[in-house]
């Protein structure tokens, strides 16, 4: 029976190393958190697509079928918000209301999709689409000399009750009165395009605008449809309409600065993020290395003052910081990242850099002094600091809900900055709140941990 005294033994040294049972119990559990927050933002079968819609059309007045005036885009953004995926309640768009400004600004932080904008004269395209139907419809059962005669006839006599005419492979068709049909619409050559923007490397532009511009086809073929049983009431079954000009088109483009955008582009950014957020695990090592080897016991009855080690530990970290942002941006570069901005991003990337050092070293701090030994702080250091790096979108899109949570950690406002900075070349002035924010929540956190360390490994014994 002397397995079970061993297995006793090693349940004891196991849970008596509290950094081995933090790792083996908490810090999967913790991956798998921010593995699935990170994945459920990015998309599902029956997720809603984030969108703006910035109508522009002016409308339009209909004189087919009455006088109405009628906008096309109104209708088609109510569509779109209306829609939902099949044998779902749950909408296929959800629809940001934005001006353009601020429609860009969400673009570029993948908050939404993509951009969609209806032209001026969409309406007066659909209104085009319309009579172009109802001609070639017409001429496709009739002929177009047929029709200059029963134009001619109704306006000379007032009225054509319901003549029969040949329509062609056995078929005929009944002409409506002229209370239906006073004179035959011209089609006009009138074309709108529909302009969808989005990040090219973001997956969710892709699917979004692909779904949307099924929509914009089925809505055109519908309005089409309409239009032919307004005319004829019944189409004859056999009739094959003309050839029909496309007055409705789809442009795809991508938003300024993302031209050549790929996914590695997005993910640059957030992998300096990620490297700077290693140097947590450093920086809280060799602190509590020092205070397991009695270095800092030995300093403390020096004349070294609290302040001496942790502006020290804070100077020589911050630097190291500058410096890895330059290698890491050299590696993304030999990785075929397209960096938007010339030198002048980069200097602007070096000073979030070494803002985010300090962030890391005030983060290093309150480890170190909440950690026994080094093992203990690199444990807890790759407990917090990783997840970090999933929590704040540095690899994966968000959800909206963990944005406004990862918005109060200074390295969100970071990969933000970096990302605007280097992948869209964005200038000071755009980034400047999200640096600003970085300022604020980076001091705040250097006050907790100088506070937590002085009071706990910097304390007379």
């Known amino acids: 029976?002397?397995?079970?005294?061993?297995?006793?033994?090693?349940?004891?040294?196991?849970?008596?190393?509290?950094?081995?049972?933090?790792?083996?119990?908490?810090?999967?559990?913790?991956?798998?958190?921010?593995?699935?927050?990170?994945?459920?933002?990015?998309?599902?079968?029956?997720?809603?697509?984030?969108?703006?819609?910035?109508?522009?059309?002016?409308?339009?007045?209909?004189?087919?079928?009455?006088?109405?005036?009628?906008?096309?885009?109104?209708?088609?953004?109510?569509?779109?918000?209306?829609?939902?995926?099949?044998?779902?309640?749950?909408?296929?768009?959800?629809?940001?209301?934005?001006?353009?400004?601020?429609?860009?600004?969400?673009?570029?932080?993948?908050?939404?999709?993509?951009?969609?904008?209806?032209?001026?004269?969409?309406?007066?395209?659909?209104?085009?689409?319309?009579?172009?139907?109802?001609?070639?419809?017409?001429?496709?059962?009739?002929?177009?000399?047929?029709?200059?005669?029963?134009?001619?006839?109704?306006?000379?006599?007032?009225?054509?009750?319901?003549?029969?005419?040949?329509?062609?492979?056995?078929?005929?068709?009944?002409?409506?009165?002229?209370?239906?049909?006073?004179?035959?619409?011209?089609?006009?050559?009138?074309?709108?395009?529909?302009?969808?923007?989005?990040?090219?490397?973001?997956?969710?532009?892709?699917?979004?605008?692909?779904?949307?511009?099924?929509?914009?086809?089925?809505?055109?073929?519908?309005?089409?449809?309409?239009?032919?049983?307004?005319?004829?009431?019944?189409?004859?079954?056999?009739?094959?309409?003309?050839?029909?000009?496309?007055?409705?088109?789809?442009?795809?483009?991508?938003?300024?600065?993302?031209?050549?955008?790929?996914?590695?582009?997005?993910?640059?950014?957030g992998i300096i993020v990620f490297g700077l957020l290693m140097g947590t695990i450093a920086v809280a090592g060799a602190l509590a290395r020092e205070t397991e080897s009695q270095t800092l016991a030995r300093l403390k009855v020096s004349l070294m003052k609290p302040f001496d080690l942790l502006f020290g530990t804070l100077l020589s970290w911050a630097l190291l910081a500058l410096a890895q942002v330059l290698v890491l941006f050299g590696a993304a570069l030999a990785m075929g990242f397209h960096w938007v901005g010339g030198t002048t991003s980069l200097l602007i990337a070096m000073l979030i850099g070494g803002i985010t050092g300090v962030s890391c070293v005030s983060l290093g701090l309150l480890v170190a002094a909440f950690s026994k030994n080094e093992g203990n702080a690199g444990t807890l250091g790759t407990l917090l600091s990783v997840p970090f790096s999933f929590i704040i979108g540095a690899f994966f899109t968000i959800p909206p809900e963990m944005q406004a949570i990862a918005a109060f950690l200074p390295w969100r406002q970071a990969f933000l900055a970096l990302l605007g900075v280097l992948s869209y070349g964005a200038p000071l002035q755009d980034i400047m709140p999200n640096i600003t924010a970085q300022v604020l929540e980076t001091a705040i956190l250097f006050t907790l941990g100088v506070v937590a360390f002085a009071k706990l490994r910097l304390k007379a014994e």
């Open 1 to 269: 029976m002397k397995f079970i005294a061993i297995a006793v033994k090693a349940l004891k040294e196991i849970v008596r190393d509290r950094g081995l049972l933090v790792m083996t119990l908490l810090f999967p559990a913790v991956f798998m958190l921010a593995f699935g927050t990170a994945f459920r933002g990015v998309g599902g079968q029956n997720t809603p697509n984030n969108i703006v819609v910035l109508n522009n059309d002016r409308g339009t007045e209909l004189t087919y079928g009455g006088s109405e005036h009628f906008n096309f885009g109104e209708n088609l953004t109510q569509v779109l918000s209306g829609l939902k995926y099949e044998n779902s309640t749950v909408p296929m768009f959800k629809l940001y209301n934005a001006t353009r400004e601020g429609a860009l600004k969400l673009a570029m932080n993948r908050t939404v999709a993509c951009i969609v904008t209806i032209p001026e004269d969409f309406s007066e395209a659909m209104e085009a689409t319309i009579n172009s139907t109802v001609r070639t419809t017409v001429t496709s059962l009739v002929g177009e000399a047929a029709i200059e005669i029963l134009q001619r006839l109704l306006q000379g006599t007032g009225g054509f009750d319901n003549a029969t005419f040949p329509g062609g492979n056995g078929l005929n068709w009944t002409g409506p009165g002229n209370a239906t049909m006073p004179a035959l619409p011209e089609a006009e050559n009138i074309t709108a395009t529909v302009l969808i923007e989005g990040d090219m490397g973001y997956m969710s532009f892709g699917m979004a605008q692909s779904i949307i511009q099924g929509v914009l086809s089925k809505y055109v073929e519908t309005v089409r449809s309409e239009a032919r049983g307004q005319v004829l009431q019944v189409v004859p079954e056999g009739v094959k309409p003309s050839e029909e000009q496309a007055h409705v088109s789809v442009e795809i483009e991508s938003l300024s600065g993302t031209r050549e955008f790929t996914a590695f582009d997005y993910l640059a950014p």
